[in-house]
């Protein structure tokens, strides 16, 4: 019993942390849960996605919006400091700096700007399939945030040297691995996709995820020697915008709404 009020402290304390929802729990206890970050993800992505039942240009920017409200802008935040440390192109001590510093240069608002575009922009080709591909998208990045923790090095200092250090814990990865698998094969059930097309979901979810976070890991290593909060939500906006793009991209390329059968909500049937 204590050990369940405990991991329920940790999971509201982990939704509080990474949202604006005021869950309440206890913060103490959510760096130890923060393998339930695909969960998160998911919360996140499923309140950012009533606005694209509006099947209007309106829809996908109020559900682009909510992308970054529920989680107070804290990703796209780390997204636009690492970003920036990155495009000018320096390492070590200068990169820290730069990463510290709290005045943004043209770098960061552009990355910021391309970051918001791509994601309305997915989000408005895709239609209502993206009440599907949102969630699972939402989940994924905040899985690539703990991978990203878990392969890297802990900072000095810092909030996100607690996470990154607790993701490293005795069966962290493979409890994350799980709770993101049921969520990106209960998710597309829902709307009553077929195997085929859940496989080829997770596989290409997994593959990006992997990718994103191999990617962030070794930049971040190499530009600052370890990972911290701002790189874990670089992290996270980088794989989110990758995935919208993807799946965005190949429903193009298969043809005009090329998913909407696959996709269709159980209350069109």
Not at 159 to 177: C, D, H, N, Q, Y
Not at 200 to 229: C, E, K, P
Not at 249 to 265: E, I, S
């Amino acid at each position: 019993m204590r050990r369940l009020r405990e991991s329920l402290m940790g999971l509201r304390g982990l939704v509080s942390f990474l949202t604006i929802i005021p869950a309440g729990g206890s913060f103490e206890y959510a760096p130890r849960y923060f393998y339930l970050a695909p969960l998160i993800g998911l919360i996140e992505g499923l309140l950012s996605t009533p606005p694209l039942l509006v099947n209007k240009p309106i829809g996908a920017a109020l559900a682009t919006a909510l992308t970054y409200l529920i989680n107070g802008f804290q990703h796209m935040d780390g997204f636009l400091d690492f970003g920036e440390t990155l495009l000018t192109g320096r390492r070590g001590e200068e990169a820290v700096r730069i990463l510290k510093d709290p005045h943004r240069g043209s770098f960061a608002l552009t990355l910021g700007l391309i970051n918001v575009i791509l994601v309305y922009s997915s989000l408005l080709s895709m239609g209502k399939n993206a009440l599907v591909t949102l969630p699972i998208t939402e989940a994924s990045a905040a899985y690539v945030m703990f991978i990203t923790a878990y392969l890297g090095k802990p900072s000095e200092g810092g909030l996100g040297r607690v996470f990154v250090i607790e993701a490293k814990g005795r069966g962290g990865l493979a409890l994350s691995t799980l709770v993101y698998a049921v969520i990106a094969v209960t998710v597309p059930l829902l709307y009553h996709w077929g195997i085929w097309t859940i496989s080829i979901t997770i596989t290409v979810s997994a593959l990006v995820s992997v990718l994103m976070a191999l990617l962030t890991v070794r930049l971040s290593h190499s530009r600052l020697g370890f990972v911290n909060g701002d790189v874990l939500g670089f992290s996270f906006e980088l794989s989110k915008v990758t995935l919208l793009v993807t799946y965005s991209t190949l429903g193009y390329l298969l043809g005009v709404n090329p998913l909407n059968k696959l996709l269709k909500p159980p209350w069109c049937h």
